[in-house]
């Protein structure tokens, strides 16, 4: 099913939003790709880190429904590349934030079964709290 | 406070500082929690060599989490003041005297050396923040941005592998090993320690050491991080990735400075193997096991005991460990 | 008794509507050294024009005077009627009482009048000093240098050189040709790049009116346009080339194999070699870095089996001088090192090449003896150094996309099994018959796929590799292995062109390559005079532009050099000897190098040295930028005299009633003057009390001069200069900021407020700009309230002690 | 039972009152004006907190407790005029002050899991095995800065999370449990728990064992106090209660 989507000065309004969170000048995105070529995780993923810029340029709020942004690992792989200069990690985290922000947890701490508990060092549960838990 | 005097900016390898190496050197040492539980034999290792080496690495005293990862986002500085809080307390060394005029901070983990310095880096960019943090510490002296955090593997990059080289009592040769960096120790750009692409440091390390540097095009590749606490089995692909190349590489070891991949790349492979039954487990080691071993200290300083995967029965073999 | 003649124009009402013409004439008439006034409707009609010409001849007049538009509009129409009536053109003054009074102030008819009368007043108080000067003429001849024989200084040199021009071409490697003699074919149309290359490089070497200095580098230029003294190191070839009969026995006997340049080092070449098989000139050289030959006299073994003993190891490098008047700098480009781009593994992946190498490998392969295997899997990768901010190259290198598109499509029609990609970005096939020719490449199933791949990974035994990459289209992420990839690099600008830009004084563009004079209509133009740019080495081209541009820097070098002479304004600094005491300050000053010290002449002056300060007229620029270094006032400037703005200063100030303020406003010639008429057309309103003075450059407003005008009752300064990036005369803002800084430290002193003088950078188009400056500092001096008369008084006094202590 | 409990709420009306029973205002020469969920009072300025609420008649039937400082049930969280300083303080040990802003504030809520420290393994991931939150703290001190006790709570968070039980245990050591800290943490750690599974697993496992208390208790199983026992266990229910007021008169607080 081909979707159609509307460009209204909403769209505007996210892209602001999350330019200014990452900090990032998202409307200079080639789409040429390299981040998604990038990425370790993209595999998980159901839509590429590039086609998530292409989202967030066009205000397409949706971005917020795919699980990209949770399975990156922050690892800037695409940071390092972008020919554009863009931090990719950072619109990620942006798109975490504006979710964690509303209270809204990706993953409940306490979720975790016990058997993986035992193993897990700090490090990992540290981290982990920090980028799915607000 | 003026960066330009002691600019942790600048990679400590650039820093013109004379001599950095005294002799009985002390410097503040930042360890973070996972080297206090899982991690226990990268620390003890890491101190004993660096104690060989004539450096005395000085526990920074009530240190707290590092951070753990750099908080993104423009706005969001409250995850700042732990790693700034950590600053203080070196400035804090330096002021009563713990240490003499030494304003670098070692970590050994490769995550909080990753985030103490991004930190620091973005409130010395940007003074206003941190006033805010400082106020918002306001129990706490100021952070005057006098610290340089520096990575245990540039300390020794400054002292010089030949230095290493010295204190080698058995030499690792026939030690295929293949180093793994993955991302915090060299990405961004701005923090990392090393090319971002090519890296050599931890080959020149092993060069040092005699052994013999495998070159695994996926030196860099991520190993998940964080996201093992997620999706387990997403990043136990990416560790038979990883350890299935350096493999076909002609590895028969890996070795790396973080303690997160070091659990995603050695304990995570029960799930590999759950996957792939016919994947080869392979020892993973912290460069300073490898240090401690070759410097001829004895097997517990090297804590090989405490690795998910055995590297025992291979050192033997190379008899190397008795 | 000057003999003045005023003329008023009505300008069809624009002036007439707002300004009470009569009155101004009226004003005029009481001017001392008027001697006649005029009004009419159309001053640069035909018949206003023969009003001036019969008054020139009938009353004798020796200035003119002309209240009309402004002088940029029909200053020139004037001076040529000027001319024609047989007086010099540089004694004609304008008042612009249309730009900067009647459209403008049009709300003001009284106050306009007013101005009007005070900007005649200006204008004849300077024509009285006006001095009946001629256009300077210098002579110059028809030598050329061209810098780099590429197919653009190839170019270049064969149409000066047909054009009956003396050529010197001076090229660093063996032979001429540069990288076009590397390709295999030319886009779209797929010539074979040598075939059409070879008979001009053979033209080259046939043509009398070429001095060929193959294997010489460039070692010295000095000087200026029709004189540049130019040194020229040639490197021994240690082959004679009279003697040599190219048998080649020598190659065959050279014991040393070292990487081939021509080949990008795919295939190796001996120490004694000939650069190209079509070499021009066509001769042996011996590589002295690895010949074993050369000190000490290790081997030898090529003299030994040289015939014609056309081979000498005793000889040395020379250099060799001459001066030409123009210079064309075509030194080219040289390939993105590819070995920056990690991720690529260039130059640790043997199955990684670049574009170059493939165009080496097609012209072996279509010779049929292929110089390795190609593979049937290849991968082209677009924008590699090109468009990455990662590598620091931000721009576009614009032949890297058709190139592609090129040696694609060959590739696969050599062998249709092939299986062939090209990943890009964009694909940019802008250029005559590209898009047709990008088609064709489709049509042959060369397949494109839009994505820059992330990175290549070598399998370390098949030695195959593997790209990663997003297919941006379907969204898929392709990872699949390729026999070969092929980077299509990037262009960077030559090294060599760094020392040759900075004995010229070329500016860089951020890219790195030649900035150009202008971007839109000085293409090829330098800011240095009859300094030209031919080819890549002003930005990455594809070979018709590049032949193109060639073409257009010869024809403007020959445009200057032709005529035999070259006229210029004489607007240019002089130098009163008889104050002149040879310190030599002003000496650093000049930014083009005009003045040095010379003997002084007969005239006694005071002096340190014996010597004079003396300006070279074909260097100065006449921004006036020395003149305030002098502490003697020993330095000048044609056509704006010390004198002449201390006149115009005075005559602006002189109806300032008491209690009210005058604001003086210097606008450059380049900038500020042009937008106060702008403004003026624009019909936008500003200050009254503000008087606007024109000069070349605000750095001509000496401190001395700002004081003055302080002291005559100024109540405050504005500097409108072109902002420094676009300024005709780079360094003149940096030298009116110190100026500047000079006068607010001699204003604080006198506790009077630092702001009174102010410098305001703009570009043309900054109208409200303009007005909202001119505004500001007069309602600023308004509140301040007018310089008091003994404030004035105190600017006034040793004003030389207070400037130069 | 029913009556015990009217009883127990009549000593602490008692109490209560017993701040101002025979006081004529009159005879009060220092008053303060404070205010209390918004609204203004005078109020002696010799009162704590908690007597001045009472006074102002409120009645505390949750967030009062031993009144002694100890209990913890009366921690609450104050500002003062012209300050944005949110200050903490136990209502029963802290005087009013001219301008406070008061108000009682109820037990923060907290779920306690229900560790068993015979069975837990004492290892440093057992902390945060049960206390998966303490992972988010992120340093920020309030806990530190929220503790009437003045402990470094944030220090013993932080070691904690490297499961260093010793450091946890004498951290804190002096917490009453008041919740404060819970309340105030951004990361919802619930510190005063996880410290008491700490001790105890310390107890347990990691401190020396106490000489005395094996003295004692060997004491005790030698049946050193079995007369004593004997005695008390004969006693009617209103002995009981005289030789208890006795025992509470001798270490009257009020």
Not at chain 2, 285 to 314: H, I, K, S, W
Not at chain 3, 327 to 353: R, S, W
Request: proline letters at 5%; glycine letters at 6%.
């Amino acid at each position: 099913m081909i979707k159609k989507i509307a460009i209204t000065s909403e769209n505007v309004d996210f892209l602001e939003k999350i330019s200014k969170l990452s900090d990032q000048v998202i409307t200079k995105c080639d789409q040429c790709g390299t981040c998604s070529g990038s990425c370790p995780m993209v595999g998980e993923m159901d839509i590429t880190p590039a086609q998530l810029m292409r989202m967030v340029l066009l205000g397409q709020e949706e971005v917020m429904d795919s699980k990209a942004m949770w399975i990156c690992a922050s690892c800037f792989a695409c940071t390092v590349r972008c020919p554009r200069g863009l931090d990719v990690s950072r619109v990620a985290e942006a798109l975490r934030q504006i979710t964690l922000r509303q209270a809204v947890d990706h993953i409940d701490l306490n979720d975790i079964p016990d058997c993986e508990m035992k193993r897990l060092p700090q490090i990992a549960l540290v981290s982990a709290g920090r980028k799915f838990t607000g | 406070m003026s960066p330009a005097k002691n600019d942790p900016r600048q990679k400590s390898k650039d820093s013109p500082e004379t001599s950095p190496f005294s002799p009985g050197l002390k410097i503040p040492y930042f360890p973070g929690c996972t080297l206090k539980t899982t991690a226990k034999n990268f620390e003890t290792s890491a101190l004993a060599v660096a104690e060989l080496l004539g450096i005395e690495l000085v526990e920074l005293p009530r240190w707290n989490c590092c951070g753990t990862v750099t908080s993104l986002t423009s706005d969001d500085l409250i995850h700042h003041v732990a790693p700034v809080r950590n600053l203080v307390r070196v400035e804090e060394m330096n002021d009563n005297g713990a240490v003499d005029e030494e304003t670098r901070l070692v970590a050994l983990c490769t995550m909080c050396f990753n985030v103490l310095k991004r930190s620091n880096l973005r409130v010395l960019e940007k003074p206003e923040e941190l006033e805010k943090i400082n106020n918002f510490m306001y129990l706490e002296k100021d952070y005057q941005g006098k610290v340089q955090v520096v990575h245990f593997l540039e300390l020794l990059r400054d002292l010089g592998f030949a230095k290493v080289k010295e204190k080698v009592q058995k030499t690792l040769r026939g030690l295929k090993v293949a180093p793994y960096y993955g991302c915090l120790l060299l990405r961004p750009k701005e923090i990392g320690i090393d090319d971002p692409e090519d890296p050599t440091i931890l080959s020149e390390l092993l060069e040092a050491l005699g052994a013999e540097p495998i070159n695994n095009p996926f030196k860099t590749r991520c190993c998940g991080s964080y996201q093992t606490v997620r999706d387990r089995h997403a990043v136990a692909e990416l560790t038979y990735d990883i350890l299935g190349r350096a493999r076909k590489e002609g590895a028969e070891l890996v070795i790396t400075s973080c303690p997160l991949c070091m659990f995603n790349l050695a304990d995570r492979q029960k799930e590999v193997v759950e996957k792939h039954p016919g994947f080869e487990p392979m020892p993973v080691l912290y460069f300073t096991q490898l240090m401690a071993l070759a410097f001829g200290l004895e097997e517990n300083a090297c804590g090989f005991d405490q690795n998910y995967v055995d590297a025992r029965p291979l050192l033997k073999g190379k008899a190397l460990i008795k | 008794m000057k003999k003045i003649g005023v003329y008023i124009c009505h300008c069809g009402g624009n002036i007439s509507e707002v300004v009470d013409v009569k009155k101004v004439v009226a004003f005029a008439e009481k001017e001392a050294d008027v001697a006649l006034v005029r009004d009419h409707e159309h001053m640069c009609s035909e018949t206003g024009q023969k009003l001036v010409m019969d008054d020139i001849a009938g009353h004798k007049l020796d200035k003119v005077v002309i209240a009309a538009c402004s002088p940029q509009f029909q200053g020139p129409t004037f001076k040529a009627t000027l001319e024609k009536a047989g007086l010099s053109p540089y004694v004609l003054e304008m008042a612009n009482i249309r730009e900067q009074c009647a459209w403008p102030h049009f709300d003001f008819p009284a106050e306009a009048t007013e101005k009007a009368q005070g900007l005649a007043r200006i204008a004849i108080a300077k024509a009285r000093l006006d001095e009946p000067l001629t256009k300077k003429t210098f002579p110059i001849g028809k030598r050329v240098l061209v810098v780099g024989a590429g197919v653009a200084g190839i170019q270049a040199s064969l149409d000066l050189a047909d054009a009956g021009f003396d050529v010197h071409l001076v090229e660093s490697k063996p032979s001429i040709g540069g990288k076009m003699l590397q390709l295999s074919r030319t886009f779209p149309t797929e010539d074979c790049a040598a075939c059409i290359l070879s008979p001009k490089m053979a033209d080259v070497g046939a043509n009398p009116n070429i001095h060929l200095w193959a294997y010489s580098e460039i070692e010295d230029i000095q000087g200026y346009l029709g004189n540049y003294k130019v040194t020229v190191r040639k490197k021994p070839t240690y082959v004679d080339p009279d003697k040599c009969t190219c048998c080649g026995e020598c190659v065959d006997a050279c014991p040393v194999a070292v990487p081939k340049e021509l080949d990008e080092g795919l295939s190796t070449r001996k120490a004694i070699y000939l650069a190209s098989p079509i070499a021009v000139p066509h001769s042996y050289v011996i590589d002295d870095k690895t010949c074993l030959g050369i000190f000490p006299l290790a081997c030898g073994k090529c003299q030994d089996v040289c015939d014609p003993g056309a081979i000498d190891f005793d000889v040395y490098p020379e250099s060799i001088t001459f001066t030409v008047d123009t210079i064309v700098v075509g030194t080219g480009y040289e390939i993105f090192d590819a070995t920056q781009k990690k991720v690529y593994g260039f130059g640790k992946y043997e199955n990684v090449i670049t574009a170059l190498d493939m165009e080496r490998m097609i012209v072996y392969a279509s010779e049929g003896n292929p110089m390795r295997p190609m593979g049937k899997k290849i991968a082209f990768i677009q924008c590699v150094g090109s468009r990455d901010e990662q590598v620091k190259n931000e721009y576009c290198s614009r032949i890297c996309c058709m190139y592609a598109v090129k040696l694609s499509q060959l590739v696969k029609r050599s062998d249709p099994k092939r299986d062939v990609y090209v990943f890009y970005t964009d694909l940019r096939a802008y250029g005559k018959g590209f898009e047709e020719y990008y088609k064709r490449g489709q049509a042959e199933g060369v397949k494109y796929i839009r994505g820059r791949p992330a990175e290549l990974i070598e399998d370390p035994r098949t030695k195959k590799i593997t790209l990663k990459v997003e297919d941006t289209l379907t969204r898929d992420i392709i990872e699949s292995e390729f026999d070969l990839v092929v980077l299509s690099v990037g262009l960077r600008p030559h090294p060599g062109t760094e020392r040759i830009a900075n004995l010229l004084r070329l500016a860089k563009s951020p890219d790195g390559f030649l900035q150009e004079a202008h971007p839109k209509f000085r293409p090829v133009d330098t800011l240095t005079d009859g300094v030209f740019l031919a080819g890549t080495v002003q930005g990455p081209k594809d070979i018709p532009d590049t032949v193109a541009q060639a073409s257009a820097a010869s024809s403007r070098a020959i445009r200057l050099m032709n005529r035999g002479e070259y006229d210029v304004d004489p607007v240019m600094a002089f130098v009163h000897e008889a104050s002149c005491d040879g310190c030599g300050l002003c000496v650093g000053q000049c930014p083009t190098n005009a003045i040095s010290l010379a003997s002084r002449g007969s005239n006694a002056g005071p002096s340190l040295s014996g010597k004079v300060a003396e300006i070279n007229e074909a260097l100065c620029k006449g921004c006036g930028s020395c003149i305030a270094s002098c502490p003697k006032d020993a330095l000048d400037l044609h056509c704006y005299t010390n004198d002449q703005l201390a006149e115009e200063i005075r005559a602006a100030l002189a109806a300032k009633k008491g209690g009210d303020v005058r604001v003086l406003v210097f606008a450059d010639d380049m900038t500020g003057y042009r937008l106060a008429d702008n403004v003026g057309t624009a019909k936008m309103p500003y200050a009254l009390d503000s008087r606007i003075i024109r000069v070349p450059s605000c750095c001509r407003i000496t401190p001395k001069l700002m004081l003055q005008a302080f002291a005559l009752g100024a109540d405050g300064i504005l500097l409108c200069e072109s902002e420094a990036k676009s300024n005709p005369y780079p360094h003149s803002v940096s030298t009116i900021k110190s100026n500047l800084a000079k006068v607010k430290g001699i204003l604080e002193n006198e506790k009077i407020h630092r702001d009174r003088v102010r410098l305001v950078e703009f570009v043309t188009v900054m109208l409200g700009g303009f007005v909202k400056n001119i505004n500001e500092l007069s309602n600023f001096v308004r509140k301040l309230g007018p310089l008091s008369a003994e404030e004035s008084g105190r600017l006034g006094q040793d004003m030389d002690k207070k400037l130069f202590g | 039972m029913a009556e015990n409990n009217v009883s127990v709420m009549d000593r602490v009306r008692e109490a209560g009152r017993a701040v101002i029973t025979g006081v004529d205002e009159k005879d009060i020469a220092h008053w303060v004006e404070i205010s209390i969920m918004g609204k203004a009072y005078k109020v002696p300025a010799d009162l704590t907190i908690m007597q001045a609420i009472e006074y102002a008649g409120y009645r505390l039937v949750r967030s009062c407790g031993c009144r002694a400082g100890f209990c913890g049930a009366c921690a609450t969280v104050y500002r003062k005029k012209g300050e944005y300083k949110l200050k903490s303080a136990m209502a029963c040990q802290t005087r009013v002050e001219d301008g406070m802003y008061l108000v009682q504030i109820p037990f923060s809520p907290a779920e306690k899991p229900l560790p068993d420290i015979r069975k837990d393994p004492y290892e440093s991931s057992v902390l945060l095995r049960y206390f998966p939150e303490i992972a988010r703290c992120v340093s920020c001190n309030t806990c530190t800065k929220s503790c009437p006790q003045d402990l470094q709570v944030m220090d013993y968070v932080q070691a904690a999370l490297k499961g260093d039980f010793k450091a946890v245990a004498e951290g804190s050591f002096e917490c009453i449990q008041c919740g404060l800290c819970a309340l105030r943490c951004p990361a919802e750690i619930v510190q005063y728990h996880m410290a008491q599974f700490a001790r105890r697993m310390y107890g347990k496992h990691g401190s020396p064992k106490e000489k005395n208390a094996e003295k004692r208790i060997g004491e005790l199983k030698r049946g050193k106090f079995d007369k004593e026992f004997e005695r008390v266990m004969a006693l009617s229910l209103n002995e009981l209660k005289t030789i208890y007021t006795e025992q509470q008169k001798a270490r009257e607080v009020y």
